[in-house]
C-alpha cells in the first residue's frame, strides 16, 4: 500500500521518512473504529458479489451501475483527513497505481480511499 501511495505522489521527494511517515498513519488510521467498520463492509460486500449471492450482479465486469464501492472510498478518505482528501481519491481510484490494480471491484476502492486519505493526512502536518 505504501508504494502505491508513493506512486502519484507529486512535488516531493520520496524518500524513506515519506513512506515511513505513510506507514504510520495507515497504520493509525486502521486503528479507527469507523475506518475498520467501512472497510469490514467492503469485504463482506465483496465477498457476497463473489459468491454470487446476489444475481444481478456480475463483479467480473465491475457493472457501471453499481458505485457503492466509490461511495465507500470517499468516506474512508474523508473520515481520514476531510474533503481534501475524497479529491485525492478520485485521483488514486481512477489512476490504480500498485496494488489496487489488482484488487476486486469493491476492495480496490476503499484501499484507494484508505490510501488517499492518510497521504492526504500526512501533508497536512
Not at 500500500?1 to 486502521?30: F, H, P, R, W, Y
Not at 481512477?94 to 476502492?109: A, C
Amino acid at each position: 500500500m505504501v508504494e502505491a501511495g508513493m506512486e502519484l505522489c507529486v512535488g516531493v521527494e520520496v524518500d524513506q521518512a515519506l513512506k515511513d511517515k505513510l506507514k504510520k498513519q495507515i497504520l493509525k488510521s486502521l486503528e479507527d473504529l469507523n475506518v475498520i467498520a467501512l472497510l469490514m463492509a467492503a469485504f463482506q460486500v465483496e465477498e457476497t458479489f463473489q459468491n454470487h449471492r446476489v444475481s444481478e450482479v456480475n463483479v467480473d465486469d465491475d457493472p457501471a451501475y453499481l458505485y457503492t464501492d466509490e461511495v465507500l472510498g470517499i468516506a474512508i478518505s474523508n473520515q481520514i483527513a476531510g474533503t481534501k482528501a475524497t479529491f485525492n481519491f478520485k485521483r488514486y481510484d481512477e489512476e490504480k497505481p500498485g496494488i489496487i490494480s489488482t484488487l476486486g471491484p469493491m476492495v480496490d476502492d476503499i484501499i484507494a480511499g484508505l490510501i488517499a486519505g492518510c497521504m492526504s493526512k500526512i501533508f497536512e502536518e
